[in-house]
């Protein structure tokens, strides 16, 4: 448990739990590094998706606009 979360709980609370910070007694606290590697590549992944995402759409766009003034 963290603060106070039990993560092995059902799913009632409809909410879910990432421990960052995790307080110790003795000490300030600690942080959790696997969360935050795994954050980090998610937000990397989810970025370098719109990103890819949007320069094909730019892509279209530029090869629609020259389709179409050709025609004219």
Known sequence: ESYDIDLFADNLPG???VAFWIPIES???ELCM???YAMSALVTIVSAS???IIFCIV???RETAI???LRI
Do not use: D, T
């Open 15 to 17: 909410y879910l739990g």
């Open 27 to 29: 000490r300030k606290g």
């Open 34 to 36: 696997q969360a935050l």
């Open 50 to 52: 719109v990103v890819i």
């Open 59 to 61: 892509q279209i766009m």
């Open 67 to 69: 389709i179409i003034i």
